[in-house]
């Protein structure tokens, strides 16, 4: 995996064949943020756009995939439009450039695995429910990544680059379920860390 952000250029000559992912983290605000977080979210998305500019000097994008949405093309858009409006400009950019919107998830297993989260949120008291409704997490968590890998190997095609915007925590998981073909670019820019730094500094300033 190589990580951008923390290279100069992608190594071009070394990925000539082969598929290539380039891997966005998808990160979230609402018009209600603070301003100083906000800040920070501009500058994140401005960061990426730049760095999956660079790593289309290996492969112009062929094919998006996007957390959470199980539809394809102009309909996706508008999902993606209304649900976080900073990555959906980088999307439509890629997208009005000859990148496919592909549908990424079954809509059943995604929901299936948000209702046991929120199951998970709202036990409190017996340690043996919530083992319970974490197996059936497990298993939903499981199918969905299942699906999320097949849709990549099948769609990706050969010597294609597609960009995958979701959360690190998922794609650090279906990442490892990948073929040795497909060679995974993970879009890192320096605001990441301080958004991570700023919600986990607020974080525990809730908690004291």
Same mark, same amino acid.
């Given at each position: 995996?190589?990580? %951008? ?7 071009? /000559? $070394?990925f000539?064949?082969?598929?290539? =992912? &380039? ?9 209600? !943020?603070?301003?100083?977080? %906000? ?7 401005? $960061? ?10 290996v492969?112009?994008? !062929?094919?998006?995939? @996007? ?11 508008q999902?993606?439009?209304? /649900?976080?409006?900073?990555a ?21 297993? @995604?929901?299936e ?12 008291? !017996? ?7 974490s ?8 199918k969905r ?10 769609t %990706? ?11 690190? $925590? ?7 379920? @990948?073929? !040795?073909?497909?060679?995974?670019? =993970? ?8 958004? &991570? ?12």
């Amino acid at each position: 995996m190589e990580t %951008l952000g923390k290279i100069d250029k992608p190594p071009v /000559e $070394q990925f000539k064949t082969g598929r290539k =992912l &380039y891997c966005v983290p998808l990160v979230y605000s609402s018009n209600d !943020s603070p301003q100083d977080y %906000l800040e920070i979210i501009n500058q994140y998305w401005t $960061q990426v756009e730049e760095h999956v500019n660079m790593l289309e000097k290996v492969e112009k994008i !062929s094919k998006i995939y @996007f957390e959470s949405i199980s539809v394809s093309g102009e309909e996706a858009m508008q999902i993606i439009k209304e /649900e976080n409006e900073k990555a959906y400009k980088l999307v439509k950019i890629k997208y009005e450039s000859g990148g496919q919107l592909q549908a990424l998830e079954d809509e059943e297993l @995604f929901n299936e695995r948000m209702d046991w989260m929120v199951c998970m949120a709202v036990v409190g008291r !017996s340690h043996t429910v919530l083992a319970k409704i974490s197996k059936f997490f497990e298993e939903a968590n499981k199918k969905r990544d299942d699906h999320i890998t097949k849709q990549i190997v099948e769609t %990706l095609k050969e010597n294609e680059a597609g960009m995958l915007v979701m959360n690190d $925590q998922d794609r650090v998981r279906i990442q490892s379920q @990948f073929p !040795s073909d497909i060679h995974v670019f =993970l879009v890192h820019p320096r605001a990441l860390d301080d958004i &991570y730094r700023w919600l986990r500094d607020h974080s525990s300033s809730k908690i004291q």
